[in-house]
């Protein structure tokens, strides 16, 4: 369950926070936290912000810049990461103190060590200091810990740094850049590895994990499509596309059918792309052992033998081609356009015919 904590209403989900968040509450009253719930439900449903979104923005941007400690920012304001930021590293020390907290780097590393996220640590420093924090000075702990990280252990993954990583790929795709766009995505994935316990190998135990900002199912679907468009023009991808959708296999084992199903097609793709024709043919046989009732892998694996790419093919290999297109026609999920497979098997039949009719006239 998820709780509102701006009224008193509760959801069965996160898809159903956000859009309750994003349709009954006023961005202006919404902490960081939940802003970046309303950000993502408005990216996966693909809608505009409003005006009155756009002014909020810009307003903390303006602000942004204009702060500094102590001179604008009243004690009773809200606080928010920009607001963190844009204090020294001892500034945040002594505001800290002032709380009960007394943190030195060798002292913040060894708990940044111990745990993977920001909001982990400041609960730590929470139970363990006699805290003095109120109102939106509880969300100024939580936002230094996450600023510190940043600064004194940006070698130790956290998971508040996913969500950062996302947003910068966004904003480089917005700029056009999306080969770049995809290098950040990347980054986020090998954080999201890091920070992933062991015990953990399914999407949806690993979204409960995970920062509910993020839909990881929609996140690692939309990295994969981008690394194959990217791989259109520039091969190279297709090999980071390889290791990308084999990362997610061994990570994820435990995944749903369909989605592990998909994935390990995308891994054999890559394959055929990359030329390692024997390596592809093998990844389709598995699957074809694993899923006999999806007819993609007979299908591709009869392409391999005699379309685009392939050697000029003998008999049996026109034979064992045959032989799979009628057993994608008759798997138990049924091809969108089994005429398709139906024309090639035409086509084979006529070649294997011809076949003969050579070898029965040089005899």
Not at 242 to 268: G, K, M, N
Not at 274 to 300: C, M, Q
Request: a negative charge.
């Amino acid at each position: 369950m998820a709780d509102c904590p701006y009224c008193e209403q509760s959801f069965a989900d996160e898809s159903g926070i956000r859009k309750h968040l994003y349709e009954d509450h006023e961005s202006d009253e919404l902490g960081r936290i939940d802003t970046k719930r309303v950000e993502q439900y408005i990216d996966d449903h693909d809608l505009e912000e409003s005006d009155d979104d756009t002014t909020h923005a810009q307003q903390d941007t303006d602000e942004a810049v204009d702060m500094s400690l102590g001179t604008d920012r009243q004690s009773d304001e809200r606080w928010e990461l920009h607001d963190v930021q844009a204090l020294s590293t001892g500034e945040i020390t002594d505001k800290l103190a002032e709380h009960g907290i007394d943190t030195t780097e060798a002292s913040f590393r060894d708990r940044a060590a111990a745990v993977d996220s920001a909001m982990a640590l400041a609960d730590q420093w929470e139970d363990d200091h006699d805290v003095d924090a109120s109102g939106y000075d509880q969300d100024f702990i939580w936002m230094a810990a996450e600023v510190l990280w940043s600064r004194w252990a940006p070698d130790l993954p956290y998971q508040e740094r996913i969500y950062d990583l996302v947003q910068d790929g966004r904003e480089l795709r917005e700029q056009g850049d999306d080969a770049e766009a995809c290098e950040q995505w990347l980054s986020a994935w090998k954080i999201i590895v890091a920070v992933t316990p062991d015990d953990i190998t399914t999407i949806e135990a690993a979204d409960d994990h995970l920062p509910d900002v993020l839909s990881l199912e929609a996140f690692l679907r939309s990295l994969d499509n981008d690394l194959a468009t990217l791989a259109a023009d520039d091969p190279t991808y297709h090999e980071r596309r390889l290791e990308f959708c084999r990362e997610i296999c061994t990570q994820f084992p435990d995944a749903s059918d369909e989605f592990l199903l998909d994935f390990r097609h995308f891994v054999a793709d890559s394959l055929t792309e990359l030329g390692r024709v024997t390596e592809s043919r093998n990844e389709f046989e598995k699957l074809i052992r694993d899923y006999p009732e999806d007819p993609w892998a007979y299908k591709k694996l009869a392409d391999s033998y005699w379309r685009e790419g392939a050697d000029e093919p003998t008999a049996d290999e026109l034979e064992r081609a045959l032989t799979l297109y009628e057993q994608a026609l008759n798997a138990e999920d049924p091809l969108e356009q089994p005429s398709t497979v139906s024309d090639r098997i035409d086509v084979l039949e006529r070649r294997l015919a011809n076949m003969d009719t050579s070898e029965s006239q040089e005899e």
